[in-house]
């Protein structure tokens, strides 16, 4: 759409908006007014036809007052004279007056003379409420009862009869000099005929109409929208007629007679011509201003315009930016031109510097585009790399959130993919926050130099596993990120815990053994100078009981020391083919022995158990130890303690996880009670020698240590289970004779 075209639109809308609001303020401000204006003009109209029927109520009470303060009359109600009828109340009174009623009635209400006359008929009526003898004491027109000094005020208005409405004037009758004492009252009434109205509607020039209530048919609908008499309701029956509705009440105040005006809204009609008038002189106008200015617009706008446009189309066409514009001109079109002249100068220099620059840019262009590719097969290479390497790979931004997991991680910490990803530094490692990690790194993370620490990983299932992690600072797809590698050393950890609870062993045997040896020497000494002395004395000499007491203390020493002797393994083994359930029999009857059926005892083996390449006595020993601390642990009187001997044809095959086993036939030991159990922090130290939690004077702490012994003398392994309140199970594990079928 063109500039012309626009601007034609634009200028039209603002030409009709103009006229739309010019017919609102006419149809809606204007107009409204004249319709007031009618209003009003009809309301005075009634109000003149009112004015003009209250006139003639006041002539009527005026000629009424006439006849009623007079002497004459006053003299006549007191005593009638014929004189006084023929002389005043004749036909002629009527006729010459228009009256249709003359009653004149003394105080209590007798007629003492009346008529009632049609001057249409030309003849005497009949109204019910005008009685010929005497007015009742409620008529609404008697002045007053009695005679009194006082004056009474007149009653005059508007009075309903059968005949019609009937306009009354009632006087009380005074002397000529308005003195009383008033001696009744003159009634004077004038019915409201078609003649009446002709008069009224002449001298108003109103076109009125009246009507009884009584027979007004809309009666309820006039009293409903007139709230009081004398309340004007306006009414537009039609574009040409307005209608004014009032009622006139009786001299009781009651509704008497509808009265309805009629006028012509000459008004109205003059106010829709003048804004007829008025919106085609705007549209007249608008369209004739609207020429006016399209023209001017051509001339000094649009034809400046199009000129510059048709030279923006050549320079699209033809791509000539050396043409210019030549307006000779020095307002802002002029100034536009010269500024486009200008802009176009500006583009050619800019265009000939682009063509220079986009040369070097597609040389660059190529140069990025190897670079992003080699970038891309860089980072392949990384994600494959991270893929398939055998540890835990983790890459997480500088908040700790994971961005890149291998199989590895979430397969030693038992997440899937998704789920590891959804997680952070601080869900796996639960002393990260202590550590202030990872802000902490950044300040010890150097190029190319990664800082390698321990921690432990938690695991989906909420176990812990000592990892080592190994973090690198770098930079991948543009962001930087932490590169850690974490290998799990739970298998180290254990080694390590192996080499040194070996060498600690080794150490303790070593020095162990040493001792034993020139101990046992020194109680060689000591035993047989008390045996020798012993015997060299009497029996009843008091020394001989102190000698027997280091006796009986060297030989515990003495096996303290075979004790000694025997964790060290440095005792001579005198090994042959042993058969254990003959050895567990014999001493699970010495236990028995001991315990005296307090302790239930109960064995069981295979009675083709595997024998074994050991010493008998110690694997007596062996079985010693272990029942004596089973029956230890049971602080009540009554326990059981099982011992069962079965054959393990091939540990792997019967999923007996211990490293320590070779392939082989084994025969199993289990050693297991319902005692107190054992404390886990206590686990790690029950081997060491001399560790105990009983008191020292009932054990010196070297039973386990000794069962390991002879355990690892024999080329076999032993474990044990334990839980607080439940009791202890120890297994031993000798391998068979290889000659074991």
Known sequence: ???????????????????????????????????????????????????????????????????AAWDDTYEFVKSPSGEYIESNLVLSTFTGNQLNLIYICDGSGRVVWGKKYDLIKEKEI????????????????????????????????????????????????????MNGPSRGTFIMGRFMRPDLVRQIAEQTQVDFSLMPMDASAPRQELEDNLSSPLAYAVEAVDEDLLKVRFVLPDITGKPAI????????????????????GILSMLVAGMGILLLVLLSLKKTILQPISMLNQQVLAIRETGDLSKKVTLDRNDEIGMLAKAFDR??????????????????????????????AALAESEKRFRALIEQA?????????????????????????????????????????????????????????DNQPVVFETRHLRKDDSYVPVEISLTAIKYSGEQFILAISRDIAQRKQADEKIHQA????????LTAGIAHNFNNILTVIIGCAELSSARLPKDNPAANLLKKIEDAGSRAKEIVWQLIRFSQRQENNFKLVQVDSVIEKEIRSAESVTAGKIKLISQWQPDSYPVIG?????????????????????????????????????SAA????????????IRLTVRDNGRGIEPFHMERIFDPYFTTKDFSKGAGMGLAVVRGLVINHGGAITVNSKVGKGTEIIIFLPAAESTG
């Not at 999923?655 to 084994?666: E, M, Q, V």
Request: with cysteine.
């Open 1 to 67: 759409m063109s500039i012309r075209t626009k601007i034609g639109i634009i200028l039209l809308c603002a030409v009709i908006c103009f006229c739309a609001a010019e017919y609102a303020v006419q149809r809606f401000v204007f107009l409204p007014g004249f319709f007031a204006l009618e209003h009003d003009e009809a309301v005075k109209d009634a109000k003149r036809v009112t004015k003009a029927i209250n006139n003639e109520i006041r002539h009527l009470s005026t000629l009424a007052w006439d006849w």
């Open 503 to 510: 060498r600690k062993m080794e150490a303790l045997t070593t």
């Open 126 to 177: 009949e109204l019910d409420l005008f009685p010929g003898d005497a007015l009742p004491a409620t008529h609404p027109l008697l002045a007053d009862k009695e005679e009194t000094d006082q004056p009474v005020n007149e009653i005059k208005g508007i009075l309903l009869t059968n005949a019609g409405p009937l306009i009354v004037a009632a006087i009380p009758i005074l002397k000529s000099n």
């Open 390 to 446: 055998g540890d835990a790979v983790f890459l997480y931004d500088t908040d700790g959130n994971f961005r890149l997991v291998n199989p590895a991680a979430c397969e030693c910490l038992g997440y899937a993919k998704n789920q590891l990803l959804a997680l952070s530094v601080y869900d796996v490692d639960p002393d990260a926050a202590r550590r202030a990690y990872p802000y902490c790194l950044w300040e010890n993370i150097n």
């Open 615 to 651: 010493d008998s006595d110690q694997i007596g020993d062996l079985i010693k130890n272990l029942l004596a601390n089973a029956v230890e642990s049971i602080k009540k009187d009554s326990g059981v303690v099982e011992v069962q001997l079965d054959n393990i044809a091939d540990p």
């Open 655 to 666: 999923g007996i996880g211990n490293a320590s086993l070779k392939k082989g036939k084994y």
């Open 258 to 277: 509808a009265l309805t005006t009629q006028s012509y809204r000459k008004i109205s009609k003059k106010g829709h011509e003048t804004v007829q008038i």
């Open 343 to 372: 802009m176009v100068s500006r583009i050619e220099r800019i265009t000939r510097d682009n063509i220079e620059i986009n040369k070097q840019l597609r040389r660059d262009n190529e140069k990025r585009k190897q670079a992003e």
